[in-house]
Each structure stands twice: as structure tokens, then as C-alpha cells.
């Protein structure tokens, strides 16, 4: 039995050493080609998707332009969006359980402005200053965005006041 397992173990090892140099082999120029193909494919449809988002904005009644970044040659939308900074309101005299209460109702309230597309960023600042945070709203135009940013229980108690500018960002590009 031993002279059995002695004898299959440099079968084994080639055996191995076949499968590991065939995995190791390089793969032919025409699939080298094909996978550059794809790449200009991918570009291409890269361009067609600009080009669908530009016309999708304009048709929902966005504002928009785009330029030419004259580095990497890529065409760059830019969107107007709105910037409502959240401010501290006149009626601060809730009590503890009451300001508590509406704290939740309005993390709710962005929760679902994001949920729907409408918010695309919030977050209050670290400091104690008047303007308490801020959130981005991602629609047409600048009434849709200070109707729904009044929508906020906050605002509605009094306990927090809204201020919107109209913002410019770079359609697609995230936060680093």
C-alpha cells in the first residue's frame, strides 16, 4: 500500500504543475484585441449616457450647462441644484420631550426627501450658530425645493427657519 501512495505522488505533482502552467499561460493577442473593443464600446456608451442624462434633465426641467474639462477631455454636466440652509427659528420654548419628538419627525422628513430623490444630501453643522444645518434638494426648480424644505416638521414649529440658494454642482461626482 505504501509503494501505491509513493508512486502516485509525483503523478500528483506533475499533474499539479500541468494545471498551474496552463493557468499561467498568456492569453492570445485576438482576446487582447476584443477586450479593447469592449473598452471603446464602454466609452461609447459612456457618451450616450451624458448625452441621455442631458436631454432627461432638460425634459424634467432642470437647469443645467456642461464644458469640456480640458484635461481629461471629458464632457462635465453641471446641475442647479438648491441649497436650503436650516436656521435656527423663532419658537425655541419647546420642551425637552417636545423638541425630542420633532427631532424624530424631522430626521423622518429628510429620510423621505432623500427616499424620493428630492434630497441628495443633509446634515446639521458642528457648531452652536444660527444656521443649525443644510440640506441640498435635487428639483427643477427653487419653489418645489422651498415647498417641500417648509414641509419639515421643524419649520412648521417655528423651531427652525429656512434660507435657499440656487447651488451648482457637477452632475455624478461624489463627496472625497
Given at each position: 500500500?505504501?509503494?501505491?501512495r509513493?508512486?502516485?505522488i509525483?503523478?500528483l505533482?506533475g499533474?499539479?504543475?500541468?494545471?498551474?502552467?496552463?493557468?499561467?499561460?498568456?492569453q492570445?493577442?485576438?482576446?487582447?484585441v476584443?477586450?479593447?473593443?469592449?473598452?471603446?464600446?464602454?466609452?461609447?456608451s459612456?457618451?450616450?449616457?451624458?448625452?441621455?442624462?442631458k436631454?432627461?434633465?432638460?425634459?424634467?426641467?432642470?437647469?443645467?450647462?456642461?464644458?469640456?474639462?480640458e484635461e481629461?477631455?471629458?464632457?462635465v454636466?453641471?446641475q442647479q441644484?438648491?441649497?436650503?440652509?436650516?436656521?435656527?427659528?423663532?419658537?425655541r420654548?419647546?420642551?425637552?420631550?417636545?423638541?425630542?419628538?420633532?427631532q424624530?419627525?424631522?430626521?423622518?422628513?429628510?429620510?423621505?426627501?432623500?427616499k424620493?430623490?428630492f434630497?441628495?444630501?443633509?446634515?446639521?453643522?458642528?457648531?452652536?450658530?444660527?444656521?443649525?444645518?443644510?440640506t441640498?434638494?435635487?428639483?427643477?426648480?427653487?419653489?418645489?425645493a422651498?415647498?417641500?424644505?417648509?414641509?419639515?416638521?421643524?419649520?412648521?414649529?417655528?423651531r427652525?427657519?429656512?434660507?435657499?440658494?440656487?447651488w451648482?454642482?457637477?452632475?455624478?461626482?461624489?463627496?472625497?
Open positions: 500500500m505504501s509503494t501505491i509513493t508512486s502516485l509525483p503523478k505533482f499533474f499539479l504543475m500541468l494545471i498551474v502552467s496552463i493557468s499561467c499561460q498568456q492570445p493577442k485576438e482576446q487582447h476584443q477586450k479593447t473593443d469592449t473598452i471603446v464600446d464602454d466609452v461609447e459612456i457618451k450616450h449616457s451624458a448625452r441621455a442624462i436631454e432627461q434633465l432638460l425634459k424634467d426641467g432642470f437647469e443645467i450647462f456642461d464644458y469640456v474639462d481629461s477631455g471629458d464632457t454636466i453641471m441644484y438648491f441649497i436650503a440652509f436650516l436656521k435656527r427659528g423663532p419658537n420654548s419647546q420642551s425637552k420631550e417636545e423638541a425630542d419628538s420633532l424624530k419627525l424631522h430626521l423622518g422628513h429628510l429620510g423621505k426627501m432623500y424620493e430623490g434630497a441628495d444630501i443633509s446634515g446639521p453643522f458642528g457648531d452652536d450658530g444660527d444656521i443649525r444645518g443644510i441640498i434638494y435635487n428639483t427643477p426648480t427653487q419653489q418645489m422651498d415647498s417641500l424644505a417648509n414641509m419639515d416638521p421643524m419649520v412648521k414649529s417655528g427652525l427657519i429656512i434660507e435657499i440658494h440656487p451648482w454642482a457637477a452632475k455624478g461626482f461624489p463627496l472625497r
